[in-house]
C-alpha cells in the first residue's frame, strides 16, 4: 500500500498528501443502481431502434446522459443525434429508470461512508447524473454525511466523465482543495478516467460486470472488488496516507 502511495506522489512531483476529503461517485459506489441504468439504457435505445448492448452501458457510466445518447447515435447512424432526440431519448429513459431502480445501497456504502465521515473528512457527491430528487435521495440514505452543497452533478459541469471537469469541481466545491488533498472512490471506467485526469488518487471498485482489467487502464491506483473491501482495508490506507 504505502509503495502505491508514494507511486502516485513521486509521479504527480507531491511530496505528501493532505487528506481533507473523500469524492464518491453515486450510482455502483453508493446506490446499487447501475443494473437499473443499463436496462433502462438498453430498452431506450431498443425504442429508437439503435442497436447496443446492456453491458456496454456499464462502460459508459459517468458520461453526462445527452453523452451517451451522441455516442451511440453516431455509431449506429453515422451523425450527432439532434437536440430533439436527446430530450426524448432521456426522457423515456428516465421514465424507464424511475420504474425499475429501487433505490437500494451498495452492500457496506453507507457504513463506509459513515466511518470516513467519522474520521473528520468531508464527504462529496460527484456524479454524472441529472435526477431533479437527487439531493433528496442522498439525504434520505446518508442523513447528515453528505454537504448537498458541495454535490456535483450533471446540472453544474459542461463536460462529463471522462473530462476532469466534474472532480476539478469537487475540488472547488470541497473547499479549493488541491489533488493531494482528496481521493476518490469510482467504480466506472470514465469516471476513472475523469478522476485521474484531476490528478486525484484513485481507489476503483468492481461492482459491476466489467474485467478489473479494465480499471487498471483506465487509470485506477488500487483496484478492489467490492465496497467491503474498501470499508475493511480503509484503515490501513487511512494510516499509511496520513503517515505521508
Known amino acids: 500500500m504505502i509503495t502505491i502511495l508514494k507511486d502516485y506522489l513521486n509521479k504527480h512531483d507531491l511530496s505528501h498528501f493532505d487528506l481533507k476529503a473523500v469524492l464518491f461517485d453515486m450510482d455502483g459506489v453508493l446506490f446499487d443502481s447501475m443494473k437499473w441504468h443499463a436496462k433502462s439504457w438498453k430498452e431506450t435505445m431498443d425504442d429508437f431502434n439503435l442497436a447496443s448492448t446492456t453491458e456496454e452501458f456499464y462502460l459508459y457510466e459517468g458520461m453526462v446522459g445527452r453523452n451517451t445518447i451522441n455516442h451511440i447515435m453516431k455509431r449506429e447512424r453515422g451523425r450527432d443525434a439532434t437536440d430533439e432526440e436527446k430530450e426524448q431519448m432521456y426522457k423515456r429513459k428516465t421514465e424507464l429508470f424511475v420504474k425499475y431502480n429501487d433505490g437500494s445501497l451498495i452492500p457496506y ?136
Open 109 to 244: 456504502a453507507y457504513d463506509f461512508v459513515k466511518k470516513v465521515h467519522n474520521s473528520g473528512l468531508k464527504c462529496v457527491v460527484v456524479t454524472g447524473s441529472g435526477q431533479p430528487t437527487l439531493i433528496n435521495k442522498i439525504n434520505d440514505s446518508f442523513p447528515e454525511l453528505f454537504d448537498p452543497k458541495c454535490m456535483v452533478t450533471a446540472f453544474d459541469v459542461k463536460h462529463g466523465k471522462p473530462h476532469p471537469e466534474p472532480y476539478l469541481m469537487g475540488l472547488e466545491k470541497s473547499g479549493n482543495l488541491k489533488p493531494n488533498q482528496a481521493i476518490v472512490i469510482e467504480n466506472a471506467p470514465r469516471g476513472v478516467e475523469s478522476a485521474v485526469a484531476a490528478g486525484v488518487f484513485t481507489v476503483a471498485i468492481n461492482t459491476g460486470p466489467i474485467d478489473d482489467k479494465v480499471l487498471w487502464d483506465a487509470g485506477a491506483n488500487i483496484v478492489l472488488p467490492s465496497m467491503e473491501s474498501l470499508y475493511n482495508e480503509w484503515e490501513n490506507l487511512y494510516n499509511n496516507i496520513i503517515a505521508l
